[in-house]
């Protein structure tokens, strides 16, 4: 018994301890210990990315809801109707056409109206601008586009509906506030369709009066019919 104890020691050197590692047992061991400390570690980094981006989390909270209001401002606006012709052989500038319907409209002293110049981007905020003659009455504005084209020349307008665009967003307020664009009342409908219909007529005597001094076809009764979006 006493000789069988003496034959039972521990290993003493590095050559010892690397064979007994060959043995199946320590060797899975030791794979269990590496894909632990594997583990721990990958645990700490994810830890500390959690905790880097709990720490910055109000300043990607607001810088997102910056890009968010800056994507409103600049959408355009869904339009209800519009309008738009090319007249070949006929050459202007801009400003010109643009007087010429102002005079016409001031003419038929309509209450309420302002009127302006809006530049605003061919796409996004790095692109070109074009100017474009606007009227405004009430939440409702008309932009007119008018511009040479090779040898003729475009005219156009859009009508929209310029109400508060954060509001129009949220789903509940914007219908307690009227800003819902996709169910606007009677009240709404009706001063869309009259101030349309004031401007329109109002740009059709311009290009009549134009097409006459020039000599030019004047527009078929098609022609001169707006294209409904909306109503």
Known sequence: MGNATANIRTPVNDREITA????PFFNGMRFLNLSYTLAHKSFVMLQSLLAELLEHFGT??????IMWFLSI?????PSIKNWNHHFAGMQF????VYEKIVNEINKRKIPGLAMGYLKTFEAGI?????????????KFNLDVCCMSYGTGYYMS?????????????IPVLR???GCNPQYPSYYQLDTAALFQSGIHDAILSVIDEITSEKGLRGLTELERQPFSRIF
């Open 73 to 77: 401002l600049f959408r355009p606006r």
């Open 126 to 138: 790095f692109s070109p601008r074009r100017e474009y003659l606007t009227i405004q009455y009430k």
């Open 93 to 96: 500038t801009s400003r010109e």
């Open 175 to 177: 219908d307690i506030f």
């Open 60 to 65: 990607i909270l607001i810088a997102f809801l």
């Open 20 to 23: 007994l590692f060959k043995i």
């Open 157 to 169: 307008w859009w009508l929209r509906r310029d109400d508060d665009r954060i509001i129009a967003q």
